[in-house]
């Protein structure tokens, strides 16, 4: 079993729909990164959490230390967002990454 | 611009030819990391580096070496590439010493070896 895990996998969604992709974790760790990778293949760090929530524009991430699950929701998804999403966390010196959410937005 | 950049971007090579992909930071960013990224695995870190001359195996370290001799470089050295080395390498650095701070990306290196 991976220590992260991503759910769902793979997402379609039309315009101006709500999205919700979530992480669980099962190792002990000092912070969370949510990374949005695009179809070129380039990284771009989201947010990093390590309690709470972070917000910015239509991108909101959650985390609860306490369940070992975080969620990244997209108001009023767009095109634009389509890209593969990537939660990491850091277990002690090193940092570890679900295998990707991959979300599609169609007008 | 505050970068992060790889070179060469794309290479195809044969097994056993030594090669080398470096990676640079003009962000004065003192922890550095490799990662290699492959289908269905995701994202792997194999090296990285909290500062200057101090290297560290990540998850993945084999047949790979890393070197630290100045703040902005950290170039990923190959000696012996394999074709299970075939992959997409990212490098990263972020702020401090602190592995929690963000991590910025490079734009990535496709790498086929035959």
């Known amino acids: 079993k991976n220590e992260v895990e991503q759910s769902p996998q793979n997402l379609t969604a039309q315009e101006g729909e709500f999205i919700t992709i979530n992480c669980s974790y099962s190792v002990g760790i000092s912070a969370l990164h949510w990374l949005q990778q695009h179809p070129g293949g380039g990284i771009v760090s989201l947010f990093m959490?390590?309690?709470g929530k972070k917000k910015h524009g239509r991108l909101i991430a959650t985390i609860n230390i306490q369940e070992k699950h975080s969620s990244l929701h997209i108001t009023a998804s767009h095109p634009r967002d389509s890209a593969v999403y990537i939660c990491a966390v850091y277990n002690t010196d090193k940092l570890i990454f679900g295998t990707g959410t991959r979300l599609q937005v169609f007008p | 611009e505050a970068q992060v950049t790889q070179n060469p971007r794309y290479l195809i090579t044969v097994t056993g030819k030594k090669l080398t992909v470096t990676c640079s930071q003009n962000m004065n960013h003192e922890y550095m990391s490799w990662y290699r990224q492959d289908p269905g695995l995701g994202l792997r870190q194999i090296y990285y580096s909290m500062n200057v001359e101090v290297t560290d195996k990540g998850d993945v370290p084999e047949g790979y070496k890393v070197s630290r001799k100045e703040k902005r470089n950290f170039p990923l050295i190959l000696e012996s590439p394999s074709p299970n080395q075939t992959s997409l390498y990212f490098c990263?650095?972020?702020?401090?010493?602190?592995?929690?701070?963000?991590?910025?990306f490079g734009p990535g290196t496709r790498l086929t070896v035959l």
């Open positions: 959490l390590s309690s």
């Open positions: 990263a650095s972020s702020p401090g010493p602190s592995r929690t701070d963000t991590q910025y």
